[in-house]
Structures are given as structure tokens and as C-alpha cells.
T-cell receptor
């Protein structure tokens, strides 16, 4: 069974640009969560999608958005990039929604550098 | 916002020694999970303990949970150099999302 796939793995953008990151969950998993990881703030929850609906959202500005498609693949978008958006963006999938269901399966992440 | 806080932030031990990491959290939980992350990679699930459990074992891992103190500990016995990684606790914060602590950076010296 293929794991969680995130693309691209690495990318460099400049301030003011926008970026779209993609996540393909494990086959059969309907929940996709996104996290931002930085040295200073640790792992911060961005949002979770289940069956194409956003179920939860973390404390991030509206520049951060996401969506989920009918095949459970998810994308997140960051507009008007700032230097502080440089981070490792991690996607995790699970069979059902939320932490009650058990483990999250993480992708290798997309490392974004904003210059 | 983060739900869990790991302690210590960093831990350095010799191969063969035991490593203990602690996690404290703030709100009531359904379960608590521990994850491992090798540098710059994704997280890997280690073990899950439910709120009605007090202790759980998996190989060289032992996890305890004290819901009255809102704390958990992860013990790695007979550590190996390959155990060098960051370890995170994660809890469901009541909103059906998993919140992670800042992690403990474990270094096991050969």
C-alpha cells in the first residue's frame, strides 16, 4: 500500500508569491490534516479535511487555505508569502476523521523557503 | 496552539541506556499518541494509549498515562544509535484534531 505522498518536496519562492502544495493520502483514507513545522513554533495544526469538508482550522491567517477533492487528495495554498512562512509543511492522513480514530500517517513533507 | 509539552527539550545518552521523555497536556483527551521524527522527515507513529489505559508496551517502548496529572511518559529501553530522533506526544484537543508538543530531541551516542 503506497504511503502519503506530498509534492513538491522542496520549493523556493519569493515574498508576495503564492504556493500550492499537494497531498495524496493513503488509499481508503478520507481524512487529511495539514501541519506547519518550524524550529521556533514546532508543529502547528493548520486544518483538517474529511470527505471534501473542512472540519477544523488552526489559528492561521486567511492567507492559508486548503481543499480536498472527491478522491481525498488535498491541496493547501498560501498566498502573499511572507518570510515567516518558510517551514516544513506536513500532511497526514487517517482512515476516519480526527484524533479519535488512531494514528496519523505522515508524508515526508514539503519544505518551503521564502526569500 | 500546542496541546502537549514535552520534557526535556533535549536528551543525550549512551547506547544501551534507557531514555525517558515526559509529556504534559492541558485538556481532557480521548487518547495520547507518541510519534518519532528523523531530521527533516515525516513523523512516524509509535504508540497510542487510550484515556482509560494506564500503561502500554510495544517492543522496547513503554508508555504510561496519568490522566489525573494530565501527563504521559515514553520510556525507550536499551537505546540504540538508530533511536536518535525527535519524539513528539500528540493529543486530540477536543476538537477532533491532533495537537503536538514541541518535542524532545534524543541523541544516542554509540
Amino acid at each position: 500500500k503506497a504511503g502519503v505522498t506530498q509534492t513538491p518536496r522542496y520549493l523556493i519562492k519569493t515574498r508576495g508569491q503564492q504556493v500550492t502544495l499537494s497531498c495524496s493520502p493513503i488509499s481508503g483514507h478520507r481524512s487529511v490534516s495539514w501541519y506547519q513545522q518550524t524550529p521556533g513554533q514546532g508543529l502547528q495544526f493548520l486544518f483538517e479535511y474529511f470527505s471534501e469538508t473542512q472540519r477544523n482550522k488552526g489559528n492561521f491567517p486567511g492567507r492559508f487555505s486548503g481543499r480536498q477533492f472527491s478522491n481525498s487528495r488535498s491541496e493547501m495554498n498560501v498566498s502573499t508569502l511572507e518570510l515567516g512562512d518558510s517551514a516544513l509543511y506536513l500532511c497526514a492522513s487517517s482512515l476516519l476523521a480526527g484524533g479519535r480514530t488512531g494514528e496519523l500517517f505522515f508524508g515526508e513533507g514539503s519544505r518551503l523557503t521564502v526569500l | 496552539s500546542q496541546q502537549g509539552e514535552e520534557d526535556p527539550q533535549a536528551l543525550s545518552i549512551q547506547e544501551g541506556e534507557n531514555a525517558t521523555m515526559n509529556c504534559s497536556y492541558k485538556t481532557s483527551i480521548n487518547n495520547l499518541q507518541w510519534y518519532r521524527q528523523n531530521s527533516g522527515r515525516g513523523l512516524v507513529h509509535l504508540i497510542l494509549i487510550r484515556s482509560n489505559e494506564r500503561e502500554k508496551h510495544s517492543g522496547r517502548l513503554r508508555v504510561t498515562l496519568d490522566t489525573s496529572k494530565k501527563s504521559s511518559s515514553l520510556l525507550i529501553t536499551a537505546s540504540r544509535a538508530a533511536d536518535t530522533a525527535s519524539y513528539f506526544c500528540a493529543t486530540d484537543g477536543g476538537n477532533n484534531d491532533m495537537r503536538f508538543g514541541a518535542g524532545t530531541r534524543l541523541t544516542v551516542k554509540p
